[in-house]
């Protein structure tokens, strides 16, 4: 069951220390700037101790702040709307360099995916799509432009693609109806969650396809029906999230995928690019 901290830390108020409940007060009030405070930082602002803030964390069941810290951002990134991102954001990369922050923000959630991210489960993810009888990719909102650019790639190697469109959700389910055993699901979701992607995804899970998740969390709501999640660092930048990480996530799995098919692939490309010559796809003025 997903934890709700931010109830647990209410409830819970009774029974804390004074100093502890002064953190509680300022956290359930102010829960989308402590998120991104260093344990110092929030001491101060409660007249606390930074190992007040720091066994307040451990009393509620975290290893450590960093982790109690990383809890409360992701309620800000599944609770908030999109202008209070706006203000979140503006106060966390201030009057810097944006382009430099952004970039760097950027590269550091590839890293901690990297680090992160189960092997075993993308190698068996790469299996299943593989082995697929069809492969439906989905996404909605930003997400949709993932769905959109994996479902081109993989396209690109198999006839048995569908990019489902998700703009309805009566032709959504019309989309997938008739997916089963030996299909493969892959679906995309990220803050603020799709409840068409969460239903979409229970569905195919009832009727027996594969589900291969890629999301941010193991709290994810897709993530109990998936046979493999790929989880991908995600945050906010501005009122709506990065998706680099997801995005090179994406870049792997056509790799992956392509190299397990590299004859096929071959001899496919050789028919295409004849194809593209005949009927003038591409400029071929320069160079």
């Known amino acids: 069951m997903k934890r709700n901290l931010l109830k ?13 409940k002064l953190i509680s007060v300022y956290i359930l009030d102010n829960y989308d700037k402590a998120a991104y405070m260093t344990a110092a930082k929030l001491g101060a602002i409660v007249k606390v101790s ?29 609770k908030l709307t999109s202008f209070q991102r ?15 922050k952004v970039l760097l923000a950027d590269s550091d959630k590839i890293k901690h995916t990297l680090d992160e991210i189960d ?10 799509i593989v082995g697929a009888k069809t492969i439906s990719v989905l996404g909605a909102r930003s997400s949709s432009s993932l769905a959109g650019f994996l479902s081109h790639s993989l396209g690109m190697i198999f006839d048995n693609v569908r990019f489902v469109q998700t703009t309805s959700g009566s032709e959504m389910f019309e989309q997938i109806l008739n997916i089963g055993e030996g299909d493969v699901m892959i679906a995309i979701s990220f803050p603020r ?3 068409k992607i969460i239903n979409a995804v229970d569905y195919a899970k009832h009727r027996g396809a594969n589900i291969i998740a890629i999301t941010d969390s193991a709290a994810s709501p897709i993530a109990p029906q998936a046979n493999q999640i790929l989880l991908a660092r995600s945050d906010m930048a501005s009122f709506v999230d990065s998706l680099v990480a997801p995005l090179s996530i994406i870049n792997a799995i056509v790799v992956a995928v392509s190299r397990k098919k590299q004859d096929e692939l071959t001899a496919r490309l050789r028919r295409l690019e004849e194809i593209w010559d005949e009927y003038e796809v591409y400029d071929k003025t320069q160079g």
């Open 8 to 20: 647990e830390i209410e409830e819970r108020m009774p029974t804390f220390s004074k100093g502890q």
């Open 50 to 78: 930074e190992s007040t803030v720091v066994r307040f964390a451990i009393e509620l069941g975290f290893e450590g702040y960093p982790e109690f810290q990383h809890s409360l951002q992701e309620i800000v990134r599944t």
């Open 86 to 100: 706006i203000e979140v954001t503006n106060n966390l990369i201030g009057d810097g360099d944006v382009l430099t």
């Open 119 to 128: 092997r075993d489960a993308f190698d068996s993810a790469v299996d299943s």
């Open 193 to 195: 969650y799709s409840k």
